[in-house]
């Protein structure tokens, strides 16, 4: 089994450092410290009103980073010129809404229409990966497929949420189905949101993914043991899983 390589969204750390309007902690920093603990990805969301990641922090990242940069945003026209303009190595397309803590659902590729399109053809015409953050749907497999993307971005918030055996099994298989009319596709499959120490497991057995993209979960076990470590803790996992 392919072992899924990490990334690790760096956007939590920006957070902190934007409660107080301070300097610090510094995302960049913590995007080499993640690369340090074995992320093969680096991930920021560049989002309309900068409430976290800012234009300093994306320019900064682009320029230090050496992995893979990864740049969530939404199909906004001024992010849009600024991700064709730095040319990420992958751009993930995620919908956006001013009010909510965190992306809250997938992106609906079969209502995105023209705009939807449009970006992500501008995208892969500057060499930029485009990957399209998606419920885990046969019709939204099809759909991204339509538009031209790369991959997609499988959203497991609702498998990390079940709380019942049930109903995480019912979520993993939902998960494996899209997964496999992904590539059948030809599309290439990531996976993220809601991702654990403690959850990682299930995703890691079931499904057969390039990359996964988790946030939080690490930002918050760095708090306590610090970044590398963290990362480190989280790479070990997915690779014990992996081979099991």
Same mark, same amino acid.
Do not use: W
């Given at each position: 089994m392919r072992i899924p390589k990490l990334g690790v969204n760096i956007d939590h750390v920006a957070?902190?450092?934007?409660?107080?309007?301070? !300097?610090?902690? #510094?995302? $960049?920093?913590?995007a080499a410290l993640a690369t340090l603990g074995g992320a093969e990805v680096?991930?920021?969301?560049?989002?309309? #009103?900068? +409430?976290?990641v800012n234009d300093r922090d994306f320019r900064l990242l682009k320029e230090t980073v050496f992995s893979k940069l990864n740049l969530e945003m939404a199909v906004w026209?001024?992010?849009?010129?600024?991700? %064709?303009?730095?040319? *990420?190595?992958?751009v993930t397309l995620v919908p956006e809404k001013r009010e909510e803590i965190t992306t809250? =659902?997938? /992106? #609906?590729?079969?209502?995105?229409g023209r705009k939807l399109a449009n970006a992500v053809r501008? %995208? &892969?015409? &500057? =060499?930029? /990966?485009?990957? %399209? !953050?998606?419920? *885990?749907?046969? #019709?939204?497999? +099809?759909?991204?497929?339509d538009l031209g993307a790369d991959l $997609?971005? %499988?959203?497991? =918030? *609702?498998?990390?949420?079940?709380r019942t055996e049930s109903s995480v099994a019912r979520r993993l298989r939902s998960l494996a189905r899209a997964a496999e009319e992904a590539r059948q596709l030809g599309l290439r499959v990531n996976a993220g949101h809601g991702l654990t120490y403690q959850n990682v497991r299930g995703i890691v057995e079931t499904l057969?993914?390039?990359?996964?993209h988790i946030g939080h979960s690490i930002i918050a076990r760095a708090v306590l043991v610090g970044l590398e470590r963290a990362t480190r803790e989280m790479c070990e996992l997915i690779v014990r899983y992996s081979r099991q």
């Open positions: 957070t902190v450092r934007q409660a107080r309007r301070t !300097f610090e902690p #510094d995302p $960049v920093a913590a680096i991930t920021c969301h560049l989002r309309e #009103d900068r +409430r976290h026209p001024e992010i849009v010129r600024t991700a %064709l303009t730095a040319r *990420p190595d992958q809250e =659902g997938g /992106l #609906d590729a079969r209502r995105g501008r %995208l &892969k015409e &500057k =060499g930029i /990966l485009v990957s %399209l !953050f998606v419920a *885990p749907t046969l #019709d939204q497999m +099809r759909a991204s497929a $997609v971005e %499988l959203h497991t =918030g *609702p498998y990390a949420n079940a057969e993914i390039e990359e996964l």
